[in-house]
């Protein structure tokens, strides 16, 4: 199958490192299709042999063992080319069409590594440059949209020029190899589906916890900020890959249509839920991994009263039948002690309790999302201490904590297909299952918005140092629920 990838924004940041290195892995691994072209857009003053001694050079950023040895590139190097454009003239879309339609390849894909205002522009001048035909898949990249209704507006756009089925809304997170694995075992096994309900459930953790700042990257994330980067797409996705009901199968749009249905089924916020269940912080100047560190407000392109959020904590429910009553808590920032994704399960304590077992020990099931990749089951078992007493006579049986730990990367090996991988690939492959749907975009917008009302009129954040897990949460949150978050854990 022949394929032409065209990457608007070809020698920005995403291009070099994430889509080229993954590209040039399923190359390397051969699961990229034959009769291939990767074309490189911007407006930079390169010709094909300049953008490929380019990429080359950002390759030198990669880490080591997914770097191309000069051998490896030049194979690759081979589907490099590059063309120059302005995005606002229709002259240089012309110029795109008749480049690919002296190939006319099986599938054409368009990737929008561009700022998001530039989106409808783009979309609209490739249909009014006749590239919007039945092979033509249009890759979307977040943020979609400022708000609820910049994504509306993007949507709309979007959708009178393309078909659903040819819009390929990305979310990294959903391509992890971890997140496919939370699928696989809620939906592949018998074990977990029996107990997942609040019957049995006692509350719902997720993190997502960085411990960089916002590093190059400060003018477009003041613009952003916690909420709208991490928790309106990637934390709701794991919202509902927890939440949601099993699909009739594994086609697109039945994951879809069950996805959908947890995010309208989040308790909408009110302006009490949002002062007793909602806390943002700004990191402050520390100390990370024994260097300091500058604020947020010291970093390039952030302004010096900047009232961005660089942590968020939540607590939510999903308010349906299976999860009525289970506190579901959503925490993410920057500059934190360590980077850490995870999802925890804390089950309900024995109804009866026969043994005596340590202070605050619970069954847990941790889904590690990174930098581990892999589940633990926290049970308890009996103690095999006999020396206990109390007293002149013998203390009963006690329970220890223990811990069943599956490592992926152990059993599969480490080089497992990274997320940009395997959604480059499904989308040169036309499969939409692990993309977002527009509807499910709007409604995440939509829970979100009034944390942003909210949020704009409100005060600044609260400091935390770097290095720290950040602020704590309010003394309800945690006397209701028994969960410290922030400094505290």
């Not at 190097?77 to 390849?105: H, T």
């Not at 898949?137 to 659903?164: C, F, Q, T, Y």
């Not at 709208?228 to 919202?239: E, F, G, P, S, W």
């Not at 007793?276 to 100390?287: D, E, S």
Request: net charge neutral; glycine share 8%.
């Amino acid at each position: 199958m022949s394929f032409d990838l065209v990457l608007f924004g070809g020698t920005g940041d995403l291009a070099w490192r994430k889509l080229m290195p993954a590209l040039f892995q399923a190359f390397r691994h051969g699961t990229l299709p034959e009769g291939g072209r990767i074309i490189g857009i911007a407006r930079d003053d390169l010709d094909d042999d300049a953008y490929r001694e380019l990429i080359q050079a950002r390759f030198n950023a990669v880490e080591g063992a997914k770097r191309p040895s000069p051998e490896e590139f030049k194979k690759f190097a081979s589907l490099l080319y590059f063309l120059r454009m302005d995005l606002s003239q229709p002259a240089d879309y012309q110029k795109l069409a008749e480049k690919l339609k002296a190939r006319n390849a099986n599938v054409v894909v368009m990737y929008l590594a561009t700022a998001p205002a530039l989106f409808t522009q783009v979309v609209e001048q490739i249909a009014a440059a006749g590239l919007n035909g039945e092979q033509t898949r249009v890759v979307l990249e977040k943020p979609l949209g400022h708000d609820l209704a910049s994504n509306r507006a993007i949507n709309s756009a979007v959708r009178k020029v393309l078909a659903e089925q040819q819009v390929f809304r990305i979310d990294h997170y959903l391509g992890k190899p971890s997140v496919q694995n939370l699928f696989a075992m809620r939906f592949g096994n018998a074990l977990f589906e029996p107990i997942w309900r609040r019957e049995h459930i006692a509350n719902i953790q997720i993190t997502i916890a960085e411990d960089l700042g916002v590093e190059k990257r400060g003018a477009f994330y003041d613009q952003t900020g916690a909420l709208r980067d991490m928790v309106q797409n990637h934390a709701l996705q794991l919202v509902c890959a927890i939440g949601m009901e099993p699909p009739i199968n594994a086609h697109a749009d039945a994951i879809r249509d069950e996805k959908l249905k947890v995010l309208r089924a989040l308790k909408p916020w009110t302006a009490e839920s949002i002062g007793l269940h909602a806390i943002r912080g700004q990191y402050t100047a520390g100390t990370a991994y024994g260097e300091r560190v500058p604020g947020y407000r010291e970093e390039p392109g952030v302004d010096p009263d900047s009232r961005t959020e660089t942590f968020v904590a939540l607590r939510t429910e999903i308010a349906n039948w299976r999860w009525a009553g289970v506190p579901l808590y959503i925490r993410t920032g920057k500059r934190l002690a360590s980077r850490d994704a995870r999802i925890e399960v804390s089950f309900r304590e024995t109804p009866h309790a026969i043994f005596r077992a340590p202070a605050n020990s619970v069954n847990k099931l941790v889904i590690n999302l990174q930098p581990k990749d892999g589940l633990e089951l926290h049970m308890l078992a009996q103690a095999q201490d006999n020396r206990q007493r109390n007293g002149n006579r013998r203390v009963g049986p006690q329970l220890a904590p223990v811990q069943l730990d599956l490592d992926f990367d152990k059993r599969f090996g480490s080089e497992r297909v990274g997320a940009y991988e395997r959604l480059l690939l499904d989308v040169i492959d036309g499969r939409l299952n692990l993309f977002v749907r527009s509807d499910e975009q709007e409604v995440a917008w939509r829970w979100v918005e009034p944390l942003i009302d909210s949020w704009s009129s409100d005060g600044t954040p609260r400091p935390y140092a770097a290095g720290t897990w950040g602020p704590s949460a309010s003394s309800a949150m945690i006397a209701r629920d028994g969960y410290a978050w922030g400094e505290e854990q």
